[in-house]
């Protein structure tokens, strides 16, 4: 018999998981899986993803992602995930959410916010089950992450610091951003103030390349208007595939994971690589980037702006101190990452899950043995 791709062995090591929780609610049709993986740090934060599809080593993995994202950002917080096995577009959302939130009631150590598949309402239906949620309307007390660009602003903190690792000054250089939406967007505008150049976008219905420059406000509005960045109108359309290999001094992958593989790696022609989407680059292909001398930020410290907005709202601050931590916090942690990956010559990431892992493991000397 074939093992089984995905056993209890597989699952555990010295981090966690603390917890794997199936959920069945057999009135609503709720059939749900919560893996809270660590919580030294404290209790853990991370989304509730809607999908038909999704599968516990998928929410495992995706929970211990959170743990080095919270750690990493420096956030009183471990890790935790959750799945709701549903398809977002055919099903009704809020008895599934309100069952959710009710079988999750006494799960104290997991604090859900939005993922794929679920958006603030959701969280807004948790909250009024349980009283706990992150990722709140705003009329709730929430912050609202993505009206506030916070992704964005974190990848532009993380910029103004990366820029100094590749000899760039961002005054007068070039991005191409693949995904303008609630990252790709505010990423846009925070760094065209600071005098960078977007040459080119793109969206899921297409691409636009203008090594001129495009006008940002314009490019957003022409996308509002159509649905796609590919009614700008100037610039030459390509396609979302060609984006990767536009001369540009920065590259952001804002959209699908594995968008950098192996087979496009090396047409990259940018110095500086952020990651605002997740595990936007292969393994393999993030090892190529370093090989090539392509500085690339990992993901869960470049984009890590939208997790410290969702801490600061659960601890009762105000927007304003959600932006002041976002940049504080990522403008740290990329140097810390940054500068122990010279000294010890390895990759961004290996220096990066190396300080996370560092901090959990301290956290976790501090807590009850036994
Ligand atoms: P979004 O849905 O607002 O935007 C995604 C954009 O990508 C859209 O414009 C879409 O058209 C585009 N897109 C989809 N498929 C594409 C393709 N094949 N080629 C080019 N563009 C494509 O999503 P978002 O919130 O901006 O999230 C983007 C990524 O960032 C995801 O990986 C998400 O997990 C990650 N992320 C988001 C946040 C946040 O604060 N929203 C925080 C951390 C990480």
Redesign the pocket.
Known sequence: MAEPAFTIEHLCDDLGPAKVVHLHDSVTGLRAIVVVDNVACGPSIGGVRMAADVTTEEVFRLARAMTFKNAGAGLPHGGGKAGILADPRAVEKEPLLRAFARAIRDLRDYIPGP??GTDESCMAWIHDEIGRAVGLPRVLGGIP??EIG???RGLAACADVAARYCDLDLAGATVAI????????PAARFLAERGVSLVAA????G?VHDPDGIDVEELIAA?QASG??AAYSKGRRIS??E?FHVPCDILIP????D?IREDNVEGIQAKLVLQ?????ATPAAEARLHERGILSVP?FIA?????I?ASVEYHGGSESDALAQIVEKVTRNTREVLESARADGIQPRQAAVAMARTRVEEAMRLRRRG
């Open positions: 993922d794929m992450l993505d916070a992704t964005g693949e995904g303008l939406g609630n990252v790709g967007r793109s969206d899921s219905r691409a996308k796609s960045v979302p595939e984006l804002a959209a699908r994971p968008c605002g989407a997740n595990i936007p993901d984009n890590a702006g939208g997790v907005c």
